[in-house]
């Protein structure tokens, strides 16, 4: 598989390591970005990396919850250029969309986008080309969640990520402001600490057998450490793995606002608080663009295409 320059400053970004050595991982893995990544953290050159290309382009991740329904939606809508993304016509028609998932519950994006927009008559496809017109940038929904039950939501730098987390409690409590604070501080951690997992029996079992395999390389690659006694790599190695779930399990995170707490252990903290039940059953994280490849405008040959 062939690889350009471009490919070595992109696993450059995601790794943090030299161009020669990105260079170096990439012709030993035939081009492939996933195995090169593997390559440079055998060698104990790169840290473990989430599996999150580079955020690109523009528009808005909206995360909204309708309390009274019980229904939780974050979507993403895609605009051309981050100027469009701040326009109150494009901000007020994510925002309907996020309310006519709530209502229609669509089973897709295609489904959506013949759905009525919340309202109005038109579709939201309808809608959407005329805002096309009107604003002169192509725009697209791109993808959606919708849950229901007890939803707690927060949103980032203006749409630039959206988080969902549910909960399971009563209605009493989630009607709390201590339960409303709580909510929102764990989505908030989130959107900063990006986590992989809930929690460590979320991990798919073959990522825990993959990061023991990496784990065993880099103890092979350095002299000092394979040389040590069969049972105390095996130590360090289940050492290492508890630390991958600290990093990547959401409960098992230090909770950001305050490092006495775990996240599991700051909810189980309000839970007494508030004399009920509250446990985290999943979470939700858009971030705008990711995955997207940003459109690249060159200056010098829009000119030249002018003349």
Do not use: W
Request: charge should be negative; include cysteine; glycine fraction near 8%.
């Amino acid at each position: 598989m062939a690889f350009t320059a471009k490919d070595v400053q992109a696993l450059r970004e995601k790794t943090g390591v030299g161009m020669m050595d990105c260079k170096k991982a990439l012709v030993a893995s035939d081009g492939d970005m996933d195995k090169a990544i593997d390559f440079l953290r055998e060698k104990g050159l790169a840290a473990a990396t989430k599996k999150a290309s580079r955020i690109a382009a523009e528009g808005m991740v909206l995360a909204y919850y309708d309390e009274a329904a019980k229904v939780g939606v974050v979507v993403e809508v895609n605009s051309e250029t981050d100027f469009v993304a701040k326009n109150e016509k494009f901000t007020t028609f994510v925002s309907n969309i996020a309310k006519t998932i709530v209502a229609e519950n669509p089973a897709d994006v295609a489904a959506l986008n013949a759905t009525k927009l919340a309202g109005g008559d038109k579709t939201v496809e309808e809608v959407r080309q005329e805002l096309v017109l009107s604003i002169g940038e192509n725009m697209n929904v791109r993808r959606f969640e919708r849950v229901e039950g007890v939803v707690s939501t927060y949103i980032h730098g203006g749409g630039t990520v959206g988080v969902m987390v549910m909960f399971d409690t009563d209605d009493a409590a989630a009607a709390t402001d201590a339960f409303k604070t709580m909510g929102k501080d764990v989505a908030m951690q989130i959107a900063a600490m990006n986590p992989l997992y809930l929690d460590q029996a979320s991990v798919p079992a073959d990522v825990i057998d993959h990061e023991k395999e990496i784990l065993m390389a880099q103890i092979k690659e350095d002299p000092k450490m394979s040389s040590k006694p069969e049972k105390v790599i095996e130590g360090i190695i289940s050492g290492k793995i508890k630390k991958y779930y600290k990093e990547n399990c959401l409960v098992e995170q230090e909770f950001v606002k305050n490092g006495d707490f775990t996240v599991a252990g700051y909810i189980e903290s309000v839970a007494k608080e508030l004399g009920a039940s509250v446990k985290a059953t999943g979470f939700i994280r858009y971030a705008k663009g990711e995955g997207l490849q940003k459109r690249e405008d060159n200056f010098a040959d829009e000119v030249a295409s002018m003349m």
